[in-house]
């Protein structure tokens, strides 16, 4: 449905459903503010993902295809890296069966780990990072351990995959030279989000207000449920006046707590399309994709690992500085992307599974915020 307007200048103005779901108007009188008064500390970034996995030969295959670079490795421990200088993206440890421990959040300064560790009873210990560092380890609602980390030292840039020169109505920037991108892996540049489900998505979003300092870049709620609440939220971390990444985590209420999926800035649409051909041709299953999405607007493209974690490569993401109020739109599938193929039901989780079954009848008869009701609207909210 579209409405078609004349502006001042007598162009046409056409409105989809979509146009503004960050809503200029956000919260109503009495809804979550999308951020606390008096943060413990403010996070400065997604530092790196940890995760367990038996195969690590066969992580480093894929990581290398995906487009990884590689930090360091020993027999127990795989560290991955992106072309920019910073932190790693990743560690992946030996262990029996492949799971997802937690996030590492960057602190913007090394006496916020000891401001952090005095507030929560905890204590600041020696990070094992390729480069040293400091490390406060904490345990968040929905029973993720998550560490906010203070590195000795940087990893220094590698070189860039160069994004394509383009040519743009009568903006002629390539002339007598042909566009040939290289079949090839999108080369990593970093690590921008990682999104997860929770039973206790009230709790679970306060802690990471009130502990870390992150801010709401826009909620998400159930048809007919707003007055209940949200039920998902984009996070970024809060750097006052510079803008960063509309989101650096994303959580939303489910049956489950685990991880959704992780997401990986490459350079462009070209390395999206040509890294994803390249993994097609090796026998990876993409998710869903190549589109662009509404909230954050970042071009996506989602694939499966060989342990059936999600990853995502994308460019071109909205940046917010502090002074955005968060938007408020309702939860639905159409609602994802502004243009791309429908969601797949491996992207939603749609497909039923012994283990999602389980999840759900013990998030009903557990105390969080999973009620019938809810679950309805989810499931409202995922064919709509």
């Not at 009873?121 to 929905?142: E, H, N, W, Y």
């Not at 383009?166 to 999104?195: A, C, K, W, Y």
């Not at 995502?312 to 309702?330: K, N, R, T, V």
Request: proline share 7%.
């Amino acid at each position: 449905m579209s409405e078609t307007r004349v502006n001042a200048v007598g162009v046409p103005d056409v409105r989809t459903a979509h146009q503004d779901l960050h809503s200029a108007q956000g919260a109503l009188r009495g809804e979550h503010p999308g951020r606390s008064r008096n943060p413990v500390i403010k996070v400065a970034d997604l530092a790196w993902l940890e995760f367990e996995k038996p195969d690590l030969d066969r992580a480093e295959v894929f990581a290398r295809d995906f487009g990884f670079g590689i930090a360091a490795r020993s027999e127990s421990e795989l560290w991955l890296r992106g072309t920019f200088a910073g932190s790693p993206c990743m560690v992946i440890r030996r262990g029996r069966t492949s799971r997802f421990i937690g996030p590492a959040f960057r602190a913007a300064e090394r006496a916020d780990l000891d401001r952090l560790a005095r507030a929560t009873g905890t204590s600041v210990r020696d990070a094992d990072v390729p480069g040293g560092g400091k490390v406060v380890d904490l345990l968040d609602p929905s029973g993720f351990p998550v560490r906010v980390v203070h590195c000795a030292e940087e990893l220094p840039a590698l070189p860039e995959q160069q994004p394509l020169l383009l040519n743009f109505g009568t903006d002629h920037r390539r002339t007598n030279v042909t566009q040939r991108p290289p079949r090839e892996p999108s080369r990593i540049q970093r690590l921008g989000h990682v999104v997860l489900e929770t039973r206790v998505f009230g709790r679970a979003l306060d802690w990471y207000l009130d502990t870390l300092g992150m801010i709401v870049s826009d909620f998400l709620f159930l048809d007919g449920q707003r007055g209940r609440g949200p039920t998902m939220a984009f996070i970024r971390c809060d750097q006052g006046s510079r803008a960063v990444d509309h989101h650096t985590l994303a959580m939303h209420l489910g049956p489950g707590n685990g991880y959704v999926h992780s997401a990986y800035q490459v350079t462009d649409l070209d390395s999206i399309a040509a890294g994803g051909e390249y993994l097609a041709e090796r026998g990876y299953q993409r998710s869903w994709g190549i589109g662009r999405h509404i909230q954050g607007s970042q071009l996506f493209d989602y694939w499966r690992d060989p342990d059936r974690f999600m990853l995502e490569h994308f460019a071109d993401g909205d940046l917010f500085s502090c002074d955005l109020d968060p938007g408020w739109a309702p939860m639905s599938t159409t609602g994802l992307a502004q243009w791309g193929p429908p969601a797949t039901r491996d992207f939603l989780g749609a497909s039923p599974s012994p283990q999602r079954v389980r999840d759900v009848i013990e998030a009903l008869r557990g105390d969080n915020e999973m009620d019938p009701a809810r679950l309805l609207g989810l499931l409202k909210a995922a064919k709509s």
